[in-house]
């Protein structure tokens, strides 16, 4: 998804080969998945971090160039600002304690990251929205050192015709008012606030409907019990507010566009699936190229030759199109295969929550996707829409839709159903007992506490004002605990708030 583009420029002529190129990686896809081929591998799971850069006043430390020479990882890059990394961790087995070792592996690899950017003057944070930022840090010229940002923003201007529009309203934090912003950006870098945590489930074609379909039935549970995301711009707003953030900072929509149906580029999408087939055939009909860049291969001629392409440029649209829950289709050592890239969560608040939040998802939709009556013919799709935009805004506060219980709280919903489900489907994927115990664990407390890493923020905010800090001091003194707080590796549910 982060493939390197060269060409910063492209002619009318260059769209309308793209669209053909594209249009004929489309048809490879299609014979591809009636003639099979993929890989057959057990369960394997995917993750990618995002994470933040602080300076020693807890400001955005734009450095990401010299804190990757300091790192000299490949497992590490650059994203969309300079005050961001990501992480990307290999793809590796459900089964056993695959899950445990990835826990040490990353909570190992950001220690050693950070004593490595203390080199560079910067500390690195793992939340989904970064509390400091300000208007400032949006400026254009923060865009990292990549020509792929630098194209993607001048096309997505481009196409939009007028500056990004900022606006949302969220529920009081303890104490207070509601508060809203309304904000102008002129170019992409607001998205760089969006800090996820995306996990990846290697599936099988004949799977991929299933567990595509699950993944969106989940999205509002996930979101509602793991928000990490509060505050923006100095005020409170959604607990995850990098839902309609990243909607409203890569919109390519004016107004009337909006007013006439035209679909956002960061979509939930509009229904239920029957193969992986729909979800790429959907972006090739309803969104232009916005980096038509053309690869040598013919996709159709690799096919005749024996050989699995690499789909580029179809490839390339995905990942201009940003679903919650992402298709992927990817070749390893000349073997193709698909993933499903779950892309609601936010990044944090520690590496237990984080392997918590992951070994939830990928039990629950386990259990869903091998159900025999399948959830998704019991529930609307709308249902499913909207039950991601109430986790997003109220957290532990929403009220989702569940088929079979109606309107549920999410803690219940999760304690009473979801659970027994997560444990059903990672005993199916083979995920030992103790990992299994230790992550669900972390879930089941979290409910019971009903503390996230927003509610926390929240109230140690609330707390702080209280006690006559205002609100930038607040901010400070609340992601200096934070990052303590993260660094100790006790899971959020047991955070104090002081």
């Not at 004929?24 to 993929?38: H, I, K, Q, S, V």
């Not at 203390?118 to 208007?135: F, Y």
């Not at 529930?379 to 309107?407: D, K």
Request: aromatic share 8%.
């Amino acid at each position: 998804m982060g493939r390197t583009v060269t060409t910063v420029a492209f002619s009318h002529a260059d769209r309308q080969r793209y669209r053909q190129k594209v249009q004929r990686c489309l048809d490879a896809l299609a014979r591809m998945l009636t003639e099979g081929g993929f890989s057959q591998s057990p369960p394997r799971m995917g993750l990618e971090i995002e994470l933040n850069l602080v300076d020693d006043d807890l400001q955005p430390a734009m450095a990401n160039a010299e804190v990757l020479e300091k790192l000299n990882d490949p497992a590490f890059t650059i994203e969309l600002a300079q005050h961001n990394l990501e992480l990307n961790v290999r793809p590796r087995p459900v089964a056993g304690n695959q899950a445990i070792e990835l826990e040490r592996e990353l909570t190992d690899a950001l220690a050693d990251a950070n004593l490595k950017a203390r080199d560079a003057g910067a500390s690195i944070v793992m939340t989904g929205m970064l509390p400091t930022l300000r208007e400032e840090h949006f400026n254009p010229r923060w865009l990292s050192d990549s020509p792929r940002y630098a194209v993607l923003n001048d096309q997505i201007f481009a196409a939009r015709g007028e500056d990004m529009v900022l606006h949302m309203e969220g529920p009081a934090i303890p104490g207070q008012r509601s508060e809203k912003l309304r904000s102008y950006a002129d170019s992409i870098v607001p998205e760089s606030a969006c800090t996820s945590a995306q996990l990846h489930m290697q599936v099988e074609p004949d799977q991929f409907a299933a567990y595509w379909n699950a993944a969106q039935c989940l999205a509002g549970v996930q979101v509602a019990i793991a928000a990490n995301s509060p505050f923006l711009l100095r005020k409170a707003l959604w607990h995850e507010t990098r839902i309609p953030l990243f909607l409203q900072a890569t919109d390519t929509r004016p107004e009337e566009l909006k007013n006439q149906g035209v679909r956002p580029r960061v979509w939930f999408g509009e229904r239920w699936i029957t193969s992986i087939f729909d979800l790429f055939e959907e972006n090739v009909r309803y969104f232009p190229g916005l980096l038509p860049e053309i690869d040598d291969e013919d996709p159709l001629e690799a096919l005749d030759s024996g050989h699995a392409p690499q789909l580029a440029e179809l490839r390339l649209h995905n990942g201009t199109i940003w679903r919650w829950n992402r298709p992927v289709y990817d070749v390893t050592d000349g073997v193709p295969h698909l993933r499903v890239e779950n892309r609601v969560l936010p990044a944090g608040p520690t590496v237990l929550d984080l392997i918590a939040n992951a070994a939830f998802f990928f039990g629950a939709q386990r259990a869903l996707a091998t159900a025999d009556r399948p959830l998704w013919t019991k529930m609307s799709f709308q249902a499913a829409e909207e039950n991601l935009h109430a986790g997003a805004r109220h957290a532990f506060g929403a009220q989702l839709y569940w088929p079979g219980v109606g309107w549920v709280p999410p803690d219940e919903l999760v304690l009473r159903l979801l659970l027994p489900m997560a444990h059903e489907g990672l005993r199916d994927c083979g995920m030992s007992d103790v990992a299994r115990e230790r992550y669900l664990g972390v879930i089941e407390r979290r409910c019971i506490t009903r503390q996230t890493g927003s509610s926390w923020q929240r109230d140690t905010v609330a707390r702080l004002e209280h006690g006559g800090l205002d609100r930038d001091a607040a901010l400070v003194a609340m992601l200096r605990r934070y990052i303590e707080l993260m660094q100790s590796g006790l899971p959020v549910h047991s955070w104090p708030v002081r």
